[in-house]
């Protein structure tokens, strides 16, 4: 069975959670698990391309909070992510959705 690509599977996720949001820890849990990944390598792969989707207004910050658990790094931020409408809209585009 082919897999998706991670960046489309990653919003699939974050549309799963809807209004709520999704952590980006939980969003690379559930990556890593799916794809069967492992390694720091792999959590700074997934933020980047959360980065990537935040940066061309795909998806939305809905809360932050500092990292006391270490699990990108203690003292880092956390970002809570949700879809917007353009993101929605790309979703149905590329039929993502």
Sequence with gaps: MKRLHMKGRILQLI???????IWD???TDALMSEYGLTG???????RVTLTDLFSTGIIESVEEQLDDQ????VGRVLFKFRLNAFGRQRMLDT???
């Design 15 to 21: 549309n799963a959670r809807r209004d709520e949001g």
């Design 70 to 73: 270490g699990y990108f790094g």
């Design 95 to 97: 039929e993502l959705a």
């Design 40 to 46: 720091r390598y792999w959590r700074g792969n997934t």
């Design 25 to 27: 820890w939980e969003l």
